[in-house]
C-alpha cells in the first residue's frame, strides 16, 4: 500500500499570501489529521476530518482552515500568513472514526519570508 | 500545564546500552499511547502502541504503562547508532485528540 503523500514538499510564501495543502491518506483511510511542528512548540493538532466532517480543532486562529472530500483526500488552507507560520505541516491518517493508529506523511515544509 | 510531556534531553547512551525515554501525561481517562520515532528531516514513524498497564515488548523495544502514575515509557535495548532520533510520545485523550509531547532527543554513541 501507498503511504500517505503530501503536495507540495517545499513552498516559499511571503506575509499576507495564502498556502493551501493537500494530504491524500492511505488507502482506505478514513480520517485524516493535520499537525503543526515547530522547533519549539513540537507537534501541535490542528484538526481532524472524518467522512468529510471535521471532528476535532486544535487552538489555532481562524486563518488555519481545511477540509476533506469524499475520496477521504484533504487539504489545508492558511490565509494571511503571518512570519510565525513557518512549520513543517503534517498530515496523518488513520482507518476508522477511532483513529487507533495515525500514519504520519512526509510533510510539507512552508517557509513564509 | 502541557497535556503531555517529555524530557527534551538529549539524552545519549553508549552503542549496547539500555535507553530510557520517560513520558507523563495530564488526561486520566486517556487510552491510547504511542510512541514514535523521527529522524531529522523526516515525519514521525510509528514504534509502538500500548492501550494496558504493563509492559509490551517488540524487538528491542519495551513500552511500559502506568495509568496510575499517567506515565509511559520506553525502553531500547541494545541501542544502536541508527537508534539516534527524536521519541515523541503520543496520548489519544478524551474527544479522540492525539496529543504529543516535544519529544527526547536520543544520540547513540558507537
Known amino acids: 500500500k501507498a503511504g500517505v503523500t503530501q503536495t507540495p514538499r517545499y513552498l516559499i510564501k511571503t506575509r499576507g499570501q495564502q498556502v493551501t495543502l493537500s494530504c491524500s491518506p492511505i488507502?482506505?483511510?478514513?480520517?485524516v489529521s493535520w499537525y503543526q511542528q515547530t522547533p519549539g512548540q513540537g507537534l501541535q493538532f490542528l484538526f481532524e476530518?472524518?467522512?468529510?466532517?471535521?471532528?476535532n480543532k486544535g487552538n489555532f486562529p481562524g486563518r488555519f482552515s481545511g477540509r476533506q472530500f469524499s475520496n477521504s483526500r484533504s487539504e489545508m488552507n492558511v490565509s494571511t500568513l503571518e512570519l510565525g507560520d513557518s512549520a513543517l505541516y503534517l498530515c496523518?491518517?488513520?482507518?476508522?472514526?477511532?483513529?487507533?493508529?495515525?500514519?504520519f506523511g512526509p510533510g510539507t515544509r512552508l517557509l513564509v519570508l | 500545564q502541557k497535556e503531555v510531556e517529555q524530557n527534551s534531553g538529549p539524552l545519549s547512551v553508549p552503542e549496547g546500552a539500555i535507553a530510557s525515554l520517560n513520558c507523563t501525561y495530564s488526561?486520566?481517562?486517556?487510552?491510547?499511547f504511542f510512541w514514535y520515532r523521527q529522524y531529522s528531516g523526516k515525519s514521525p514513524e510509528l514504534i509502538m502502541s500500548?492501550?494496558?498497564?504493563g509492559d509490551k515488548e517488540d524487538g528491542r523495544f519495551t513500552a511500559q504503562l502506568n495509568k496510575a502514575s499517567q506515565y509511559v515509557s520506553l525502553l531500547i535495548r541494545d541501542s544502536q547508532p541508527s537508534d539516534s532520533a527524536t521519541y515523541l510520545c503520543?496520548?489519544?485523550?478524551?474527544?479522540?485528540?492525539?496529543?504529543f509531547g516535544t519529544g527526547t532527543s536520543l544520540t547513540v554513541i558507537p
Open positions: 503520543a496520548v489519544r485523550s478524551t474527544g479522540n485528540q492525539f496529543y
Open positions: 488507502s482506505g483511510h478514513r480520517s
Open positions: 496523518a491518517s488513520s482507518f476508522g472514526p477511532n483513529q487507533e493508529t495515525q500514519y
Open positions: 500500548i492501550y494496558s498497564n
Open positions: 476530518y472524518f467522512s468529510e466532517t471535521q471532528r
Open positions: 488526561d486520566r481517562v486517556s487510552q491510547s
